[in-house]
């Protein structure tokens, strides 16, 4: 097949991915990124070229034709073509309104309305589908994996960034180190990476040449920070901090600076804090460390313990982690703490350093972290698929919530809780669906995000191909930014009150109730997610029914898939209102204008604890009048078993509720040998249920049970705890209390 056959509509069009250019199908992204996002002329030489072309663009098409016409010897770099392609594609779609754009940077980071995905920008050409959507804060425009870029050579971006009104995002790798990145010396790489219990280096997911940094020696932690400031002086207003822990597996970790580290840690904890002395008999009593083995401890004391050494004659170098291992549960302990240390040194490095320069950076991890300005996460477990579509049979809308209200407890302070589409070694799901697949889940998924109190990172560019101007994706990512920043007092200047108990007879509808204090008014966001060929399924008549006696004086409509106001309609039958929405296509936000503010009765938010393989620092939760519970970043996911006593610390709920009420909690998964979830009121058993495996897999983020448990609480003030008395760990997807709450 020629080319010219192959490619008589735009590069740029629909599903048109840069991996389409090699004999890979289009819809199978390689498994790993490559250092460049096209394929090169020897991957497509002699193969014909493959296309989807789901819309045609004149402009585009004629361009390319005739440029395909002049190169009847190939002889024209696809790379070239696909950029040509995207350009003529880009023309098509028009500068977002400049009425809409701010007139520079938040200074704030709550008022921002908008993020979005934009890695990388070093150029006007990869400037430019920012100049098409209304983003508040470009993330990961510049980004350090493996070799940096010059990025003094890219701080003439930067104020063209700023002039859009957008804060410009930078960031590194806190993980990944690999053999003579950036002119690194062998003897550098072998002090920087950490190594396996048996003190060999370890390939980093499996891949040659790449190792993990080890966080326990400060002249990697200095490397780290070395490309912060580079990019800060460039001009970088933020810094996106990837893999703050840098990702270790079980495997890793035991390097010599670990080592040492763990050293240090066991003379606080036993003897800085519980008295004993370096050679206390205890040591070898409690914790089986040979103090008179010169292998294990040279000196005869603990301050000079090899924990490889200490592996090895236990037996315990293949399972560091076992459970017969009596210190393992100290080396867990360790790293928790040595991560938190590192961590925090490097926040307070970085906002030192910029301060010095008479700025300030903001920073975020991947993922929910401490010490944080924003919280940025990947949606990954929350990706539903079927059969290669978008899967939105259910409602994800309450788990949106609970991880925002889980950001915030994490961050110790309400941040911004920001879920985006993230990549890695095992591929980029966003990838794996069709365009119209990705513009749907956008427009429901995406509206779910911002219905439950966060916000959404929509896609621009990224690795695999990833390119919004590209795959035709970018005109929907101008819409809907552009409603955003339209509206956006309603999500900046309101609160979520609530989901339950809103009322609807119709299916597949995702619902959540805020409140506006200002000119006071009811927000009722509504979400179809009934879908028919890649696009919402229009609808009509909807009627959904809300715990409120007094009907508002208006219902107002507005929506990113229609540009004017609409109206709505109201009624009451003295105890619940019946709000009608006259036609809905993806999502809109009912405006009930109120006289005063009205007297709602709602469930409350759920609670998400993190999965962490780790025994929980905390066993006591207080719950709050709010329905929050303090300190709910200490909160684990995993409910150990009897398989694992070492990680078991089941949490304790002490709760008011002065009419009583109910704890909800949802488990996800179980392990291969089962589990038993028991609930303890003041210590007096009230429920127990059994929940034995059904997948044969050890899998937490399946979706094995989905089940929610409910467990009765009676009035006044109470101890609620749980425990599992099964064969293994519960996958506790949320907790909730219904019932009204007391001081």
């Known amino acids: 097949m020629r080319r010219r056959d192959s490619l008589v509509a735009p590069l740029a069009l629909a599903a048109v991915s840069a991996d389409m250019l090699s004999p890979a199908k289009a819809e199978e992204p390689p498994a790993r990124p490559k250092p460049y996002r096209y394929a090169s002329r020897r991957e497509r030489q002699g193969q014909p070229l493959r296309y989807k072309m789901a819309e045609r663009q004149a402009t585009a098409e004629c361009s390319l034709f005739c440029i395909l016409r002049a190169d009847p010897a190939n002889s024209i770099p696809a790379a070239f073509l696909v950029l040509l392609a995207s350009l003529a594609l880009a023309e098509e779609i028009p500068d977002f309104p400049q009425a809409l754009r701010r007139s520079r940077p938040v200074e704030d980071i709550n008022e921002a309305i908008v993020y979005t995905i934009n890695e990388s920008i ?45 804060l410009f995002g930078g960031g590194i790798t806190c993980s990944a180190l690999y053999d003579g990145e950036n002119r690194l010396t062998r003897e550098q790489v072998l002090d920087m990476a950490t190594r396996g219990p048996d003190g060999n280096l370890v390939d980093a997911w499996g891949e040659k040449g790449c190792r993990h940094g080890t966080l326990s ?24 901090m990837d893999e703050i822990n840098a990702a270790l597996q079980g495997d890793e970790g035991f390097d010599d600076h670990s080592i040492r580290d763990f050293r240090s840690f066991l003379i606080r904890r036993f003897c800085d804090e519980k008295g004993w002395k ?3 008999p205890r040591w070898t009593e409690s914790l089986q460390v040979g103090l008179a083995d010169r292998t294990i401890c040279p000196d005869a004391t603990i301050g000079s313990l090899d924990y490889r050494a200490y592996l090895k004659a236990r037996g315990f170098t293949e399972k560091p982690h076992a459970q017969a291992n009596p210190l393992a549960r100290e080396w867990h302990a360790f790293c928790r703490e040595r991560d938190d240390r590192a961590w925090r040194h490097l926040c307070d490095a970085i906002r030192a350093y910029a301060a010095g320069k008479g700025r300030r950076v903001l920073l975020s991890a991947n993922g929910l972290a401490p010490y944080v300005d924003l919280q940025v996460l990947g949606v990954w477990d929350h990706w539903r698929v079927k059969d290669g579509s978008v899967d939105l049979s259910e ?18 302070k309400r941040v911004p809780v920001v879920l985006f589409h993230d990549w890695g070694f095992g591929g980029f799901p966003w990838m794996k669906v069709s365009p119209a697949d990705r513009e749907l889940w956008m427009r429901t998924r995406g509206a779910e995000v911002y219905a439950a109190g966060g916000f959404f990172a929509f896609p621009v560019r990224g690795p695999f191909g990833q390119d919004a101007a590209r795959d035709g994706t970018l005109r929907e990512v101008a819409r809907q930014t552009a ?39 009811l927000l009722l966001h509504v979400i179809n997610r009934q879908a028919e060929g890649g696009k919402p399924k229009p609808r009509s008549s909807i009627a959904i029914r809300l715990p409120l006696a007094q009907p508002p004086k208006r219902v107002r409509l507005i929506s990113p898939d229609w540009a004017e106001e609409k109206e709505g309609r109201a009624t009451s039958d003295g105890r619940v209102t019946t709000v009608v929405i006259p036609e809905l296509e993806a999502y809109a936000v009912a405006i009930l204008d109120c006289d005063a503010f009205p007297d709602l009765k709602l469930f409350r938010p759920r609670v998400v604890p993190t999965k962490r393989w780790e025994r929980p620092e905390k066993n006591e939760f207080v719950v709050e009048k709010d329905g929050t519970v303090r300190d709910a970043w200490a909160l684990n996911g995993f409910l150990q078993g009897n398989l694992h006593p070492d990680l078991g610390n089941p949490p304790a709920f002490l709760v008011h509720m002065p009419q009583g009420g109910a704890l909800r909690v949802h488990v996800r998964a179980v392990a291969t040998l089962g589990a038993k ?6 210590d007096k058993l009230v429920g127990s249920v059994d929940l034995p495996d059904r997948d044969g897999k050890n899998d937490a983020s399946a979706r094995e049970y989905d089940r929610t448990l409910e467990f009765s609480i009676p009035p006044g003030r109470h101890r609620v705890a749980l425990h599992n008395p099964g064969g293994d760990w519960a996958a506790i997807a949320w907790y909730a209390f219904s019932g009204p709450l007391g001081d």
Do not use: M
Not at 223 to 234: E, M, P, T, V
Not at 487 to 513: N, Q, V
Not at 677 to 682: K, M, N, P, R, T
């Open 122 to 166: 070093h150029s006007e050409e990869e400037l430019a589908p920012a100049r098409k959507v209304g983003s508040d804060v470009l993330i990961r425009a510049w980004f350090k994996w493996r070799h940096a870029a010059d990025y003094a050579k890219s701080a003439h971006i930067v104020p063209k960034a700023h002039a859009l009104g957008a």
């Open 483 to 521: 409603f955003y920043q339209r509206h956006k007092d309603l999500y900046l200047k309101a609160r979520l009150r609530g989901f339950e108990p809103l009322e609807t007879g119709a299916p597949l509808l995702s619902l959540a109730l805020w409140t506006r204090d200002a000119s006071p008014a």
């Open 677 to 682: 979830v028991e609930c303890l009121i003041d």
């Open 278 to 280: 370096r050679d206390d």
């Open 217 to 240: 020696n400060p002249a990697y932690l200095e490397y780290l920070l070395s490309w912060c400031r580079k990019q800060i002086d460039a001009g970088a207003d933020y810094l996106f």
């Open 395 to 412: 409602s994800q809308i309450e788990d949106w919530a609970a991880i925002v209200s889980s950001g915030h407890a994490t961050a110790r």
